[in-house]
């Protein structure tokens, strides 16, 4: 029992640790990008959309719980998944020179593959969580990216006591400026390359990586990250360029 407790110590530990987050976030980015697809159908579709997600577990849920829970679970994800990647660098860098330079004089080829994967992962995920931060400031809070009264929080209708949502309206009045669009565009091309590597990277940690199913364990990965970026790549451009609006 001491040794699970202690499991998360162990470098082996903090890796399973990045791997089992990394499913649940992977899995919400995915579902995240279908659900803002819902944009493409107009406003009372997409507005229903974040509405419905407020009342989900409804009856057995009270209003927003499950997605209160969900948030919760999510950013204890975001921090242990940020926590172990940060744990894991520090102790890599902490081989000597001398097996370094050792390991590159034996399998050069397969070091600079590493280096450019442990390079693009590390700072392609302090990126990627700091624009975490900004997105909910953004879209959720409309604290920042909005010029007065363009962002429209949720309104409550006293007579048919329920809340009323313009989130389609938030969504398209925060893509029109061309910062937040650009920084949201260069920011899911580095969450594609993280999401690439990080699931190639978890099957490997899960111990599912047997030479048979190697092609297609790779195809997958390929697969996700670029469904999850072409996906949220188009929401920022259709706004920009007026398809959405």
């Known amino acids: ?14 890796k399973v640790i990045m791997a089992l987050t990394g499913f649940i976030l992977v899995g919400f980015v995915a579902f995240h990008m ?10 009372e579709v997409f507005n229903a959309y ?17 997605l209160w829970i969900a948030r919760v679970v999510l950013l204890s994800s975001v921090v242990l998944h940020f926590w172990s990647a940060m744990a894991l660098t520090g102790k890599s860098q902490k081989t000597t020179a001398a097996n370094a330079v050792g390991t590159l004089k034996r399998y050069g080829v397969q070091k600079r593959q590493t280096g450019y994967a442990a390079y693009t992962m590390r700072y392609g995920g302090v990126l990627i969580f700091l624009f975490v931060i ?24 006293l007579k048919n006591n329920t809340y009323i949502y313009n989130v389609y309206n938030n969504v ?6 061309p910062w ?54 188009t ?11």
């Open 180 to 233: 937040v669009a650009g920084f949201y565009l260069v920011t899911m091309l580095f969450l594609g390359v993280h999401l690439f590597h990080g699931v190639w990277s978890m099957f490997q940690t899960l111990g599912l990586n047997s030479a048979k199913y190697t092609g297609l364990l790779r195809g997958l990965a390929i697969l996700v990250a670029a469904a999850v970026t072409i996906g949220n790549l």
């Open 235 to 245: 929401f920022p451009l259709a706004v920009y360029f007026g398809f959405v609006q």
């Open 50 to 66: 974040a509405a419905g997600l407020r009342d989900l577990g409804h009856p057995v849920l009270g209003y927003e719980h499950l």
């Open 172 to 177: 398209v009045y925060g893509f029109k400026n």
């Open 134 to 157: 900004y997105h909910l400031l953004h879209l959720t809070f409309g604290a920042v990216g909005y010029n007065a009264e363009q962002y429209q929080h949720p309104a409550l209708d």
């Open 1 to 14: 029992m001491t040794g699970v407790l202690t499991l998360y110590r162990t470098s082996v530990g903090k």
């Open 34 to 43: 279908y659900g803002n697809t819902k944009l493409y159908q107009g406003p």
